[in-house]
């Protein structure tokens, strides 16, 4: 085989793969085309926080590779363009490309981004595309009650989270991308705040929830002790629901009734004082309680 | 209509959770039957204290003090006492180990070494009613700054009193408030604290079941003082009970015309509005408090500018605590020189702090700065229970550290306390007694921290679950020589580079238990012990053969039928299948049972 390198290659999307491919077939002494449709090289990644495995920051990894690509003397790219038509066969193609017009002079401007900031309005590169959700009419008309109420209100995320969450008891996902789509904000910006505060759960919690307080006067009085023995009766860790739907333990920090130590609470009652034999007797009462419903 | 007694019944969320409403109602009904009741008027008082002792009712004006009352106790009570006019001593406080009951508050220790200026009207009124606070000198001080003094005075007489914020910090509120004044931006806001996040301490919850309008004037007095129209009171919402007593508060308040606009037709217009947390820690710092209001995500930002110029959407925002709102009316109204002549050169005034753990009278008490450990301990306190040896007190949570026991002279103030590796925080006393494991509470206060962090700042994020990983580790019995200098080298790396209060005082409670329990950790990792028999990894279970009767309670209690042998005979644990949770040796008699 004719070892010269003879030939160019047209690498279509701009995304790590092709950017990491391109700087591989340049490295080898192909000339490279670099086509993306939008006007920058970078694509998804650039948008991650961290990547799989090793947790590297997605930036980190990929801007030696942008600054690499952006000097190759074997690398051309072409922005903002697309990919029209391909004729040919394997070893000769012949590409159209539609280079769309870009306003501003490639040459002169250095991306300083000045003018992207001063630009009255704003574009979205990647529109993200809305999918109607349907939720239940009776959900619908509760969340839009909510959502009516702190219509006018400043910082109203938190008070409809909390508004939510007391509705359901913890928030449906359906309801927080109807809720993303309704007020305009990014799915990612609720899920930090929705994980940032202990009141909200992302899972279905059981009938009875089951809070163990874990604050200083309660740890030291032997609330450990109650966790392991309630973790015991109910065969479930803290954060988990039963299979039944019946009980969902979990902990909190402090309800303030340090004289009582240690402390939990099934649903709104308050048992004070506890020692670990309490536990079964009190776990009893309630499945008691709820057999006698089913019958 | 007068009544010749009145019965406080304590409805705070202690006393609820022990069925104090039940007991109200109860005394109502009880009362009425016996056709007493145009003569003796049943009264819902906020918290009063003494959470151990709890459902309690004092009769008023005769001062006499019931507790623990359950409800087959009221008939009997009523009749007793309030038809025949006999006081039930069997229902009256006795101290741990005395035989005489006391029968009036005021001889009680817990009550009588108190000082208070806060919680002055916990018990004397029902918090539920405004007018009952205005009978109390209520909002005479909001009057007087009204009609009497300029914002310039309001401030001066502040910074005399040299009253400190109350919520950890200890920085002078007067000075704060001279900086948010001097801000030429409007609007001004002005934001109550009452996110009370340490694990051990409610006295701020108390003061709001107990007495809302004191916050809410105090408030008021704050904001004619900075020129502030709207204030917040940012609550956890862990605390119902407080937020409905606020919001009734309020409300009430607008109706008397104390809140809105013109108010006492002195051109003064403020008004007053709830947000509610929703359980994150890092909000009681004020930075991240403000971006939680402000419904972004609540991590703190950089100081400064700090809030005072530039807080709440950007405008100058006062922010204190509500225990620092509670003294504001008092210091109006009684002057700053009595409230500086109380407490220690540099810290003035009370404190309230939530006195728990292993003590016998657990509670909440306001006690004058300067006093010393010992007092409040074993004076108000009670002392450690069961005759258990007192090891030390932990003050401040999570930010604090642990007081030795040697140290119990000290003099309570902000600057001794800072001295000595603890810290004033919010007030929160934790004692504990030779049955704690001083390296299982640094690891509780960790786990607590590194959950709460909010991963800002790497320090603190990666610091903390650096150092938990650490003290886990020991007391899972796998430390390792050089574990203890790795935790002091982290634990100043922590302090230094994290921006908000919260990084920057997490090491707290494993330097100072370094400090002073040193051999403590060292018996962990050399000799691989604790020497309070907590940590699991280190500790087996035994049965004493002299000792054991043979009764088989133990084998019976067992939740893994560790525990074998014959009735009469000597019971032997299974090592590999016990689980440490010790119930063989609360259940055995006979004391059989040992832990090494």
Not at chain 2, 200 to 222: F, K, N, Q, T, W
Request: include cysteine; charged fraction near 25%.
């Amino acid at each position: 085989m004719d070892k010269k390198k003879v030939g160019s290659v047209l690498v279509v999307g701009a995304g790590i793969a092709g950017i990491q491919s391109s700087l591989d077939l340049a490295n080898s002494g192909y000339k490279v085309y670099l086509l993306e449709q939008t006007p920058s090289i970078g694509g998804t990644m650039a948008q991650l926080d961290k990547t799989f495995p090793t947790n590297d920051c997605a930036m980190c990894v990929m801007s030696p590779k942008l600054v690499e690509c952006g000097r190759h003397l074997n690398i051309e790219i072409i922005t903002n363009a697309e990919l029209k038509k391909v004729v040919g066969e394997a070893g000769n193609f012949k590409v159209e490309v539609t280079k769309h017009p870009r306003y501003v002079d490639e040459d002169k401007c250095t991306g300083c981004a000045a003018c992207t900031q001063h630009c009255p309005v704003t574009v979205a590169l990647y529109p993200i595309e809305k999918d109607p959700i349907f939720l239940k009419p009776e959900d619908r008309t509760k969340v839009d009650a909510i959502l009516e109420k702190y219509k006018d209100m400043k910082g109203n995320l938190l008070p409809i989270l909390q508004s939510i969450n007391t509705e359901f008891r913890y928030l449906p996902e359906k309801i927080i991308k109807y809720v993303s789509q309704e007020q305009n904000v990014s799915l990612s910006k609720i899920y930090q705040i929705a994980t940032f505060y202990n009141t909200f759960h992302l899972e279905q919690r059981g009938k009875h929830i089951i809070t163990v307080c874990i604050g200083t006067a309660c740890h030291v009085q032997g609330a450990p002790g109650l966790i392991e023995a309630i973790e015991n009766e109910l065969n479930i860790k803290v954060g988990e629901t039963t299979r039944d739907m019946n009980f969902t333990l979990e902990t909190a920090r402090c309800f303030g009734c340090c004289g009582l130590a240690p402390v939990i609470t099934v649903d709104e009652d308050v048992h004070g004082k506890l020692k670990r034999a309490d536990i079964p007797k009190i776990i009893k009462h309630y499945k008691t309680m709820e057999e006698k419903q089913d019958a | 209509m007068a009544y010749r007694t009145h019965l406080m019944v304590c409805t705070g969320t202690a006393c609820v959770s022990c069925g104090s409403f039940k007991i109200k109602e109860l005394l109502e009904e009880e009362i009425k039957k016996q056709g007493l009741d145009d003569e003796i008027l049943v009264v819902g008082t906020g918290c009063q204290g003494f959470c151990a002792q709890g459902p309690i009712v004092v009769v008023q004006p005769d001062d006499i003090f019931y507790q623990l009352l359950s409800p087959e106790d009221i008939p009997y009570l009523v009749e007793e006492h309030f038809l025949k006019g006999r006081p039930v001593k069997k229902m009256m406080y006795t101290p741990p180990g005395e035989k005489t009951h006391i029968p009036t508050v005021n001889e009680i220790g817990f009550f009588n070494k108190q000082r208070l200026i806060a919680l002055r009207n916990k018990g004397l009124i029902d918090a539920e009613k405004i007018d009952d606070y205005i009978g109390r000198d209520g909002y005479n001080a909001l009057i007087k700054i009204l009609t009497a003094m300029t914002p310039e005075d309001i401030i001066n007489e502040i910074q005399k009193s040299g009253l400190r914020g109350r919520g950890g910090g200890g920085f002078p509120t007067g000075i704060k408030w001279e900086i948010c004044k001097k801000s030429e931006e409007f609007p001004k806001y002005i934001i109550c604290n009452a996110d009370e996040g340490d694990p051990g301490a409610y006295m701020d919850r108390s003061i709001v079941e107990s007495d809302p309008h004191a916050v809410i004037e105090g408030m008021l007095i704050g904001a004619r003082a900075i020129g502030a129209e709207q204030g917040y009171v940012y609550i956890r919402t862990e605390y119902p009970l407080a937020i409905s007593r606020l919001e009734i508060a309020i409300e009430q308040a607008r109706e008397y015309g104390l809140l809105g606009e013109d108010i006492l037709g002195k051109g003064f217009n403020f008004d007053l509005e709830i947000k509610q947390g929703a359980g994150a820690f890092v909000c009681g710092e004020e930075t991240s408090l403000i971006h939680s209001i402000e419904g972004i995500s609540p991590e703190p930002s950089q100081r400064p500018p700090f809030p005072a110029e530039s807080g709440l959407w950007g405008q100058p925002t006062n922010i204190n605590n509500v225990e620092t709102w509670a003294n504001v009316p008092r210091i109006i109204l009684r002057g700053a020189d009595w409230f500086s002549s109380i407490g220690t050169e540099k810290s003035k005034g009370t404190k309230v702090f939530s006195l728990v753990g292993k003590i016998n009278n657990t509670g909440l008490v306001e006690v004058p700065m300067g006093i010393t450990l010992r007092e409040i301990i074993y004076d108000i306190g009670g002392g450690v229970p069961n005759g258990k040896k007192f090891k030390g007190v932990q003050i401040g949570g999570p930010s604090g550290g642990v007081v030795p026991a040697s140290l119990i002279d000290l003099p309570v103030d902000y600057e001794k306390l800072t001295e000595v590796g603890s810290m004033m925080g919010s007030g929160g006393m934790v004692v504990v007694d030779e049955d704690t494991c001083m390296v299982d509470l640094s690891r509780y206060f960790l786990e607590f921290t590194s959950d709460e962090s909010c991963g800002k700042c790497t320090s603190c994020r990666e610091g903390s679950s650096a150092m938990l990983e650490v003290l886990t580790r020991i007391t899972e019995g796998h430390g390792k020589e050089g574990d203890i200098e790795f935790l002091e080298e982290l634990g100043y790396a922590i302090k230094d580079a994290s921006q908000c209060g919260l990084g920057q005082t997490l090491p707290n409670p494993v330097l100072s238990t370094i400090k002073n329990f040193r051999h403590e950790y060292e018996a962990h990792i050399k000799d691989k012990k604790c020497p309070a028999h907590v940590c699991k990894a280190l500790i087996d279970f035994h049965i004493d053969a002299d000792k054991c009767v043979g009764c088989t309670v133990c084998a019976i209690k067992c939740p893994v039928k560790a525990i074998s042998g014959n009735r009469k005979e000597v019971h032997i644990i299974d090592q590999s299948e016990c689980i440490k949770c010790g119930i063989c040796k609360t259940v055995c008699k006979f004391d059989a049972v040992t832990v090494e």
